[in-house]
């Protein structure tokens, strides 16, 4: 295949007002670099990537393709984009947990071998990439790293020229990320493909890029080396933290102290009991081997373990999300899970965001309404919020720096926006345990200094009791006091 290659962006502007640029973009792609796509959270990244791809056509300018002689100029079949994006239904449908969680789905789910197309199984990308240890794995049971090995691997075999991937490392534990961007060296060495990275992360450039775009505010800047870059980063990067007139603001909110009672009515401090934890799964594989834990009230856990280990599991089964949860010896608030409580009761002094719970929220409300539906814990809004509540909602909107979406549509925010929407509904009701599984997954650098800021903030108040989920260290706030590894 010729090395040639070159994707040219002129004075173009996009056809969509909705998702234009703020300014025409100039940028080509040339033989032998690999990009990465920069910026903060809703400055257009996206926008970008869908005007390289033709997705936004364009209304002004010129979009040339040159993948070299015989090739056809266009995108189809030559530019591919991988998002990661795990089709897992919507949080309104049992499947959401069903697929997640239920084991009688993991036995009858299929085979890795079958949904790889006839032939490839010959490719020599199938060793280069690690690939055949996976091949007698079911579908669903293939860790954060492998699917994403195996998303990439199902594009590579097609031999595009340009592979687009969106914020590849998030959620992926350190050996993980170190194996995705081995294989990433792998795939540039080859020389046949050219790889664009889209980041959040503005502070982490993997080797493997030779040049990086910054999109700041709409417009897209000047081509620039990686070493430029870096050097840039480094006299103009700063950590953001939290206003100190809404930092008072959160230390001045009333405690709503939680009654924990035991069994024969005595108080006590118990948050979380879990006695003797263990889940059988599939093909007689089981999870956890007899775990004990209790979280006491005011403390602060990271919990940590790679990808696979059980921490999302774990966390369902705490929120009564699992199918098993009642099934185990849980108690929660001093409340043995099962003795008649409803799910409801569960929830309402627990506040909790994931990433999974992100990709299945499809709801396309104003985002004020998706913050004023953690009031009472349901997806959409079918309570009208009093005056009183939609000033709390303002409020924490304005703490995650998000206060001027309010009228905005969920689903038109970008991802990074969506989050933060999603963090300000898990904080709006000032729950007294906060369960924050990858809080920070796919936050820019500016935005992850800040959110990890208002998380010590808010834990600092009297009775606060933290459980978060993170697979890098530095995203753990200082109030951190206990930790439990699986």
């Known amino acids: 295949m010729s090395n040639r290659m070159s994707i040219i962006l002129k004075d173009a502007v996009g056809r969509n007002p909705l998702i234009r640029l703020k300014a025409p973009v100039d940028l080509s792609v040339g033989p032998q670099e690999h990009i990465a ?3 903060p959270n809703g400055a257009g990244k996206t926008n970008l990537v869908a005007m390289l791809t033709g ?8 979009l040339t393709y040159d993948f070299g002689p015989d090739v056809p100029a266009t995108a189809y079949g030559n530019v591919i984009q991988v998002t990661f994006e795990d089709n897992i239904g919507s949080v309104e449908n049992p499947y959401y ?22 032939g490839c199984l010959d490719s020599p990308l199938i060793d280069t990439f690690m690939m055949r240890p996976l091949l007698d794995k079911r579908i669903v049971l293939l860790s954060s790293g492998e699917m994403r090995r195996y998303h990439l691997f199902r594009y590579l075999i097609r031999n595009p020229r340009v592979l687009i991937v969106d914020n590849p490392y998030i959620g992926l534990d350190a050996p993980m990320r170190e194996q995705l961007e081995q294989f990433f060296r792998q795939l540039v060495a080859m020389g046949n493909v050219t790889l664009v990275l889209v980041l959040s992360m503005l502070d982490r450039v993997p080797e493997c890029v030779t040049h990086v775009v910054r999109v700041e505010g709409g417009c897209v800047m000047p081509k620039m080396t990686r070493s430029e870059y870096l ?10 933290f939290l206003n100190e007139s809404l ?3 959160i230390m001045k909110l009333p405690v709503k102290p939680v009654a924990t009672l035991t069994g024969d009515g005595r108080e006590s401090d118990e948050i979380i009991s879990i006695r003797n934890l263990s889940l059988r799964l599939f093909e007689g594989k089981t999870l956890y081997n007899g775990l004990d834990w209790t979280v006491r009230r005011g403390e602060h856990w990271a919990l940590q373990g790679r990808n696979g280990a059980g921490k999302s599991t774990l966390l369902s089964l705490i929120c009564a999300d699992h199918p098993a949860a009642y099934a185990c010896d849980i108690s929660l608030f001093g409340r043995r899970r099962g003795t008649g409580e409803s799910i409801w009761e569960i929830k309402k002094h627990i506040g909790f965001v994931s990433p999974e719970f992100h990709r299945a929220y499809r709801q396309n409300r104003p985002a004020i309404d998706i913050v004023a539906s953690g009031l009472h814990d349901s997806v959409g809004l079918y309570i009208r919020p009093s005056l009183e509540d939609r000033e709390k ?3 924490w909107m304005q703490v995650f720096g998000i206060a001027q979406l309010a009228d905005r549509t969920f689903l038109s925010l970008s991802s990074g926006e969506q989050r933060l929407c999603l963090l300000a509904r898990a904080f709006v009701k000032d729950p007294a345990l906060l369960i924050l599984d990858e809080p920070l997954h796919g936050l820019d650098t500016y935005r992850r200094d800040m ?22 260290a530095d995203e753990f706030p200082r109030i951190i006091d206990h930790s439990l590894t699986l």
């Open 247 to 249: 930092r008072s603001a």
């Open 393 to 395: 909602c303002r409020f």
């Open 37 to 39: 796509i920069i910026g």
């Open 97 to 118: 947990f069903q697929q997640r969680f239920n084991s009688q789905d993991r036995d009858e789910s299929p085979y890795l071998r079958s949904l790889l197309p006839p």
């Open 451 to 472: 959110v990890r800021d208002i998380i010590q903030t808010f834990c600092m108040r009297p009775d606060k009791t933290l459980i978060m989920v993170s697979h890098y």
């Open 231 to 240: 050097s840039w980063w480094d006299a103009h990067g700063s950590k953001t």
């Open 55 to 62: 997705k936004n056509p364009l209304s002004q300018g010129g």
